[in-house]
């Protein structure tokens, strides 16, 4: 029986050591560019749309970066985000592996058929940006020719990058961190949409100083300088 | 038992009833039938049923078909690099599904080690159901075959040496005595793995992406809907939850048919 209890006293002493440290629901898009600015922080990266359905079924980061001001707006409509602000812009790209199997060179080549084309589901940002993309350019052909609808924009990255899919619509950041396997075909000026990126402090935050903080990092000139070496813009 | 271990035991036992029933009683009372049936007529819900149904099959098909010589060898026959056999085909079971995808796509991935053979020879596997099939059957194989090892390793040799004896061939041997007697520990297994490839996730969200009526199977509808329509999301929950139920009370009752006729064979002889 005391080794049960000392058991048990292990675990809880476990569970509860170390100062909290700050959480920060992002989007995927965000990794590189947040581990590297603030390492110590604990960072959850995953599609805009999940995070946003997480917080409001109770979830209580301090801290959401989203990559539309769609859900930011949202929640903060909801009452469960501060003010959000813009912080970074980004733009809808078509990548290509570097081996490029189908020998696509162009927009037009993704409407040949046989052409394997991977994009976000609908709801995933980098998925409708897409969609609204090709309708822009009236290529409906070229969404017959998707195979695959990811959950976030790390899994159309992933499946360019390992040769898989022919071809897939993520942010340019994506093609700037990948770029050793992938390619990339830049989308025509009036068929790119508005990207913007919105940060801002979870109401239900219980470190609303830590919160704030990493906000002012990310908007203040460091984060700025980083969020540009990835491929970011910035308002 | 003294009376406060046996209560801190009871206490115990209690937590860990609640912990794993009470997720599963939240996601039911999260829906009414109504609902829930509304929910199942969603397309999305509909589509990836018949995804799941058909590759589900198609994979335990595969499984039976091969899982069950290999299990019968395993079990009777002494060879160099049995146990090595027996470690290589249970590992799946405790290998992350992520590990899995990423190891079926290291093989039959365009890049993978039978790319260029499966490019020669125009087979295109990932994106497709192939690749949902032996994504399913990969994972779920080990959940067949180590039952049914321990099922054919039960059955009395004694039995097939008698058959043999009497000239019955192997093959005569394998089904009219190895196989039924093995029955019940087959089944076991086999509901056992078709309610584990039913769930796969992982390997089959990286091999064989996601696309509704294609490759979206019931697990990954969950995911995508999560955000889009949770009650879609929760009712498809439901449905596997019964599904796993009733795999579950097809192990228990095959295993008692087991313990019941093995006890009948012990008291013939």
Redesign the interface.
């Known amino acids: 029986?005391t080794r049960?209890g000392c058991l048990m006293l292990i675990c809880l002493c476990a569970c509860s050591t170390g100062t909290p440290r700050l959480e920060v629901f992002a989007a995927s898009s965000l990794t590189d560019v947040f581990e590297d600015l603030a390492p110590s922080t604990h960072f959850e990266f995953a599609?805009s749309?999940?995070l946003?359905?997480q917080i409001e079924h109770g979830a209580t980061p301090d801290v959401y970066a989203a990559a539309t001001t769609t859900y930011p707006d949202e929640l903060h409509d909801e009452g469960l985000l501060d003010d959000p602000v813009a912080f970074a812009t980004n733009e809808l790209v078509v990548l290509v592996p570097r081996?490029n199997?189908a020998g696509i060179s162009s927009l037009k080549d993704l409407a040949r058929p046989g052409v394997?084309v991977?994009m976000g589901?609908?709801?995933v940002p980098a998925g409708d940006y897409a969609r609204s993309a090709l309708e822009e350019l009236r290529a409906k052909d070229i969404l017959d020719n998707?195979?695959?609808?990811?959950?976030d924009v790390k899994?159309v990255v992933?499946?360019v990058a390992?040769?898989?899919?022919d071809a897939g619509f993520a942010y340019r950041t994506d093609a700037a961190a990948a770029s050793d396997d992938v390619t990339v075909i830049t989308l025509p000026q009036r068929a790119r949409p508005r990207i913007v990126y919105e940060i801002g402090v979870v109401t239900g935050t219980d470190d609303r100083d830590g919160a704030t903080q990493f906000v002012d990092l990310v908007t203040g000139a460091r984060g700025r300088a980083a969020l540009q070496d990835v491929g970011f813009g910035v308002p | 038992m003294r009376r406060g271990t046996a209560l801190v035991f009871g206490a115990l036992t209690c937590v860990a009833l609640v912990f794993v029933a009470l997720p599963l009683v939240a996601l039911v009372v999260k829906t009414s039938p109504g609902a829930l049936i509304r929910s199942l007529g969603d397309p999305a819900a509909r589509n990836a049923a018949l995804v799941s149904l058909k590759t589900s099959v198609i994979a335990h098909a595969l499984i039976l078909l091969v899982g069950t010589p290999a299990a019968y060898v395993v079990a009777t026959r002494k060879f160099p690099g049995r146990a090595v056999a027996v470690a290589v085909m249970e590992l799946p079971l405790v290998l992350p599904p992520a590990v899995a995808g990423i190891a079926l796509l290291a093989t039959f991935g365009r890049l993978g080690l039978l790319g260029h053979v499966l490019t020669v020879l125009n087979v295109d596997i990932s994106f497709t159901q192939t690749a949902v099939v032996l994504a399913v059957a990969f994972v779920a194989f080990p959940f067949y075959v180590r039952q049914a090892v321990a099922a054919f390793e039960s059955v009395d040799a004694r039995f097939a040496d008698a058959a043999r004896t009497l000239g019955a061939s192997p093959w005569r041997t394998f089904r009219r005595i190895a196989l039924p007697l093995a029955r019940p520990g087959l089944a076991a297994g086999s509901a056992l793995a078709f309610a584990r490839g039913l769930g796969e996730f992982g390997a089959t969200i990286m091999f064989a992406g996601s696309f509704p009526g294609r490759t979206q199977t019931l697990p990954l509808a969950i995911y995508a809907q999560l955000d889009r329509n949770l009650d879609v999301a929760i009712a498809i929950g439901v449905v596997l939850i019964a599904i796993s139920i009733v795999a579950l009370i097809g192990v228990r009752l095959s295993t008692t048919w087991s313990s019941n006729s093995r006890s009948l064979v012990r008291s013939a002889t």
């Not at chain 1, 390992?162 to 899919?165: N, P, S």
């Open positions: 029986m049960l599609g749309d999940d946003a359905a081996s199997p394997r991977v589901a609908p709801g998707v195979v695959s609808e990811e959950d899994g992933a499946k390992l040769g898989e899919a």
